[in-house]
């Protein structure tokens, strides 16, 4: 269970003017655990990255801790021999990183004019991609 988060650093980029921008623009979200520290028989700390890339126009990174709880020595004995953590940690850990730092990149993205690092729904997509040209879109 995840008992502290927190975003200690942000840096963000925009490379290119924005007039000047491709019309298509692949987003990329990664979400990278730096290290973990055994804090006590219940605790870890774990030090993340997390970065919006812009296909060559712009990047966003946030880097800080969380605290998760449970099997605290389990978890850090297996990142310092594999450097991996059990799965249904990893789930957890990485779905609190993107949930939280989607959120602050959002903000970022408005302020540097680059689209949101969210992605389209995949019913929005499936529906685009099977519409015919025949299709009334709109109303009478």
Request: charged share 30%.
């Amino acid at each position: 269970m995840i008992k502290l988060f927190r975003i200690d650093g942000i840096e963000a980029k925009r490379f290119i003017e924005p007039e000047n921008a491709p019309r298509e623009i692949r987003i990329d979200n990664n979400s990278t655990i730096l290290s973990i520290s055994y804090e006590d028989e219940n605790k870890v700390k774990m030090s993340f990255k997390f970065t919006v890339t812009y296909s060559g126009i712009g990047v966003i990174t946030l880097d800080g801790i969380l605290i998760y709880e449970g099997n605290a020595k389990e978890i850090a004995e297996e990142w310092r021999k594999k450097h991996r953590m059990p799965d249904e940690v990893a789930q957890e850990v990485h779905a609190t990183i993107i949930n939280n730092c989607v959120i602050e990149a959002v903000w970022i993205a408005k302020e540097l004019r680059l689209p949101p690092p969210i992605p389209p729904p995949a019913q929005f997509m499936q529906q685009k991609q099977t519409k015919k040209k025949s299709d009334v879109v709109g109303y009478a």
